[in-house]
């Protein structure tokens, strides 16, 4: 019976990331996914930060299967039939290496696996891991849906994803409840390069981001996002699943209305739908955060719940929680000391890093905005109000619309009550 | 986009290998009588879960692997597993 030092479960950014760290440093590795190849049930909005992914893949930004890099990021704030935006562009996001990048996954993850494969790394697709192997209590391999599968090594990289059956089965966490996931669909839209480069205001290779927050999730926790690709568009709506249940929502609804928005709708226009995709964000935070380690065994990426909403960060901390993961992993073998003792090393590594400093930082916040819907549905709807009663130029003076702005704004909310929510949100995010 | 598509349009733009079995049960069909509101019926992005009469039917061949229904499921009341390896959906762009 073969045995390997490592087995990788899930082809993500965590677990190829782990992985091809591990091989180059000469462990014998095996990397398991359920889907017909490397990034074919893989599903982000798209961005993909250059920093953390040199230190796993130096230079990477020259030979991946990019789509452009991203010179603009824009925040919009939506009511029913208008935006109130915000945004950076800068000229040093346009210069090599770039901050970041928008990617397809099906393309991107295909192709970091090719590059773990060429350090070593025995990939096996189309294969489902079912659960882990068990000797005296430590977990000491996996037991797949083939023939015989089973396949034993030293430890498990449990980087099966938010719906990590696998940290479950090993007991490191119950199941997610409805408030620690988002509901994502998007969809990719084609439109010819100069027509996406015209509608954005970019050039060649250029991208933009926006995020958006109100209307898009009808007041409900959530955002919608809307990504320039090579050739085609990326739009999605998030929603919290506690929010979508409670409200009987459908965010494939919210995705066709944010569509059809008198501000998204020119965009969008003449675009040809090329894929339709679902998946779940884990956006629990901090305290949500399952068992890391355990004797034979680690978690990483979105299984580990290791995503930061507010700033749309996941892949990178994946990645990186897959560095740390192979650094405790290589120590260990050296000791040759797999159990959970000698793995706490890579939540000690988390930790000391900008993962777990981040996660704790925004600890509270997800909490802070399910119990405070304004921020999506009554502040963002103010803002637009104002921003229209201010430029509406009429026969009203400017202080008497102030005077209006305040009194609409007073009659929805008592002003104490609306101090008191962003004192809130400051101290939720600060 | 001129007209707005429809589910079925946007599950034609998929690949789907779709296995024989479903990987979707409901555990136990006389707790979902009971359900109040059947939250598994709006939640899914796929519409998979229809509720006909007093009982739940569940088309799995559309199901794009998100894990909502299981999460969502208020009676814990849905057997999700994943797909066989290499079955249900394919992502091109992803």
């Known amino acids: 019976m073969e045995k390997f030092d490592a087995v990788v479960v899930g082809a993500g950014p965590a677990g190829i990331s782990a992985s091809y760290l591990l091989a180059q440093a000469g462990l014998k590795v095996i990397l398991i996914e359920r889907g017909d190849f490397p990034g ?3 599903v982000m909005g798209g961005v993909l930060y250059r920093h953390p992914t040199e230190q796993i893949f130096p230079g990477f930004w020259k030979t991946a299967p990019l789509e452009r890099h991203v010179i603009e990021q824009r925040v919009w704030l939506l009511a029913e039939d208008s935006v109130v935006t915000l945004g950076h562009r800068n000229r040093a996001f346009a210069e090599p290496p770039y901050n970041c990048f928008t990617v397809l996954r099906a393309k991107f993850d295909k192709w970091l696996a090719q590059q773990a494969r060429e350090a070593g790394v025995l990939v096996v697709p189309e294969t489902v891991v079912e659960d882990v192997i068990r000797e005296d209590g430590r977990i000491v391999g996996v037991r797949t849906g083939r023939d015989k599968g089973e396949v034993y090594a030293d430890v498990v990289v449990a980087a099966d994803g938010v719906n990590s059956l696998l940290a479950q089965k090993a007991g490191l966490h119950p199941e997610w409840k409805p408030d620690q996931v988002a509901v994502t669909v998007k969809e990719v839209l084609a439109l010819p390069k100069a027509v996406i480069q015209d509608r954005f205001n970019v050039a060649e290779g250029e991208g933009v981001t926006i995020e958006m927050f109100g209307a898009s999730t009808a007041g409900m926790v959530g955002t919608a996002f809307l990504y320039t690709n090579s050739e085609s568009l990326s739009i999605g709506v998030g929603v919290l699943l506690s929010d979508l249940i409670e409200r009987g929502k459908n965010c494939n609804d919210l ?18 739908l090329r894929e339709y995709l679902a998946h779940l964000i884990p956006e629990g935070g901090y305290y949500a955060i399952p068992r890391l380690y355990t004797d034979g065994m680690v978690v990483v990426g979105d299984a580990a719940m290791l995503v930061n909403g507010l700033h749309r960060e996941g892949s990178n901390l994946a990645m990186l929680s897959g560095k740390y993961a192979a650094e405790a992993i290589l120590r260990a073998k050296e000791w040759n000391d797999f159990s959970a003792a000698s793995l706490s090393r890579y939540e000690q590594l988390l930790r000391e890093s900008h993962v777990m400093r981040d996660l704790y930082k925004y600890r509270r916040a997800t909490r802070f905005f399910e119990r405070h819907h304004d921020f999506l549905g009554l502040y963002p709807a103010l803002a637009n109000d104002a921003a229209e ?42 | 986009m ?33 359900c109040q509101g059947h939250p598994c019926t709006t939640l899914c992005p796929v519409e998979a879960y229809k509720l006909e009469g007093d009982d739940i039917t569940v088309s799995f061949e559309g199901c794009l692997e998100c894990g909502s229904c299981r999460i969502g499921c208020p009676h814990d009341n849905i057997e999700w597993r994943y797909p066989r390896g290499g079955f249900g959906v394919t992502y091109k762009q992803g």
């Open chain 1, 40 to 42: 074919a049930k893989n």
């Open chain 1, 255 to 272: 995705l066709e209305q944010l569509k059809a928005h008198p501000v998204i709708a020119p965009l969008v226009e003449g675009a040809e």
């Open chain 1, 389 to 430: 009663a201010m430029m509406t130029v009429d026969s009203t003076s400017k202080r008497q619309k102030q005077w209006q702005i305040f009194g609409l704004a007073r009659q929805r909310k008592p002003l104490w009550r609306m101090a008191k929510d962003f004192w809130g949100a400051w101290r939720a995010m600060w």
């Open chain 2, 2 to 34: 001129s007209k707005q598509a429809t589910l079925e349009e946007k599950l034609f733009t998929l690949g789907f290998r779709p296995d024989e079995e479903s990987h979707l049960h409901i555990k136990d069909p006389e707790l979902c009588t009971q």
